[in-house]
């Protein structure tokens, strides 16, 4: 088990569709973080939000679109998706730890995943 | 980011400790030495961090070189469950954190 749950764990859905995946967690952290990892490849970072904004957007193409309403949850929706975007996609959060505060760093608690297919 | 060079893959036999070595020759002086590992099927799970001293916890051990341009991870006693890639990464302290995982080592662990 994970502190870090990702709903649904499956999902299949055709290229017209729209779609949400959902992320959450109750750790009070407030860095929260999207991956997406094809078959035998490493994780590959698409979105980091900090204090729920969007602070990184790795050149993800738009059909993907991250939302976090709360501390706690992070979405990310999906549309007109193409059979190439299936893959595991992944949620993590960390303890932001402001510049200059600290130098402990948080580690990444990552989620089991979402195995998505687009038919 | 400093860059990390891990083999591709490697054997340990169950109950023999795995030493898992990580390269990696640019660090600077901020950057930490983090070691996660995914299992398959599953996200993956930190294991162990280290600046420059050598770290212990319930799961592994960390040996940073004292130049700091390598480390080395150890299960003491590995079991089956840990077959896993396990991913060494190097970051710079404070903030969110741009992880990025480089192919990693596939550990297999045989009976």
């Known amino acids: 088990d994970t502190e870090v749950t990702q709903t649904p764990k499956h999902l299949v859905m055709g290229m017209t569709n729209k779609k949400s995946l959902k992320c959450e967690q109750h750790m009070g952290h407030r860095a929260m973080y999207w991956y997406k990892q094809k078959a035998k490849k490493p994780p590959e970072l698409m979105f980091v939000y900090s204090y729920e904004k969007l602070s990184i957007n790795e050149s993800v193409p738009s059909r993907f679109s991250p939302e976090c309403p709360n501390s706690s949850l992070l979405n990310l929706h999906l549309h007109a998706l193409q059979p190439e975007d299936s893959a595991l996609y992944l949620c993590?959060?960390?303890?932001?730890?402001?510049?200059?505060?600290?130098?402990?760093?948080?580690?990444?608690?990552f989620g089991n995943g979402t195995r998505l297919t687009v038919t | 980011d400093a860059k990390t060079t891990q083999p591709t893959s490697m054997d340990c036999a169950e109950g023999r400790a795995a030493n898992l070595p990580c390269n990696h020759s640019t660090i600077s002086g901020n950057e930490y030495v983090y070691w996660y590992r995914q299992i398959h099927s599953q996200g993956p799970q930190y294991i162990i961090h280290g600046l420059k001293n050598n770290e212990t916890n319930e799961m592994a051990s960390l040996i940073i070189t004292e130049d700091r341009k390598s480390s080395t991870l150890i299960l003491p006693h590995a079991t089956l469950r840990d077959t896993a890639v396990y991913y060494c990464?190097?970051?710079?302290?404070?903030?969110?954190?741009?992880?990025?995982f480089g192919t990693g080592t596939k550990l297999q662990v045989i009976p």
């Open positions: 990464i190097v970051l710079e302290s404070g903030g969110y954190q741009k992880v990025t």
């Open positions: 993590a959060s960390s303890q932001e730890v402001l510049a200059g505060l600290s130098a402990t760093n948080s580690p990444l608690h």
